[in-house]
C-alpha cells in the first residue's frame, strides 16, 4: 500500500490496511527511501524511478520465502492512494 506525493504511511495507510486484514487479505503498509520513517536521503523529494523500485521492492520481499513468502503471488493486489495509486498500474 503506497502513499501519494509528500505523504507518508502514518497520515491515514493503518485504516486501509486494517479493514483488509480484517477481510482476510494481507496489508504491507511502507514509506518511499526518504521519506517518514524510512531512511535515506535526501528526504522528502521526489524521484518517481526511485519510488517505483520502491514499490517493487516492497512486493518481492512480501513474496520472498526467506521472509516466510506469506504473501500468495497469484492473490497479490497492489494498492495506492493518489500519486501511490499511479505506482500500481
Known amino acids: 500500500m503506497a502513499h501519494g506525493i509528500g505523504a ?3 497520515a491515514g495507510l493503518s485504516p486501509f490496511a486494517s479493514e483488509f486484514t480484517s477481510e482476510g ?3 504491507v503498509t511502507f514509506d518511499y527511501v526518504g521519506f517518514g520513517e524510512s531512511e535515506g536521503t535526501p528526504r522528502n523529494v521526489l524521484d ?3 519510488q517505483l523500485q520502491d ?3 516492497v512486493v518481492r520481499w512480501a513474496r520472498e520465502p526467506e521472509q516466510g513468502g506469506w504473501v500468495d503471488a497469484a492473490r ?7 500519486f501511490g495509486g499511479r505506482h500500481t498500474t
Not at 497479490?76 to 493518489?82: E, H, K, M, T
Open 8 to 10: 507518508i504511511k502514518a
Open 25 to 27: 487479505y494481507a496489508a
Open 55 to 57: 514499490f517493487r521492492d
Open 76 to 82: 497479490l493486489v497492489a494498492w495506492g492512494s493518489s
Open 48 to 50: 518517481v524511478r526511485r
